[in-house]
């Protein structure tokens, strides 16, 4: 990754950039990627499925469901989404 940092690219795109990190990397990495924008003038789009991290990270969301846009906005308005929390968790969680 600093590599393509390093790059200087304006547009970062990273998928799943979590996998296989234990949870001191994980924190260490949610840091790392916080700073990006403001430090290094990139902005970033993160694929991941990994809910710490899109929280700790992203102040904007975009959710898609089989290439289906269900949500766009600010992090806490499409968390709270039925559509998302449905496509995320399953049918039973929205019973619960």
């Known amino acids: 990754m600093a590599a393509n940092v390093a790059a200087r690219p304006r547009l970062l ?3 799943e950039p979590a996998a296989g990190l234990s949870h001191e990397e994980h924190l260490a990495l949610a840091a790392r990627l916080r700073e990006l924008p ?3 003038g990139v902005a970033l ?3 991941e499925h990994d ?3 899109v929280r700790s990270v992203c102040p904007t969301l975009t959710v898609l469901d089989f290439g289906r846009v269900l949500a766009t ?3 806490a308005e499409v968390l709270a989404n039925p559509d998302v929390v449905k496509a995320y968790m399953g049918e039973t969680e929205l019973l619960t």
């Open 51 to 53: 809910l710490d991290l």
């Open 13 to 15: 795109i990273l998928d």
């Open 45 to 47: 789009i993160i694929i």
């Open 73 to 75: 906005g600010p992090q």
């Open 38 to 40: 403001a430090r290094y």
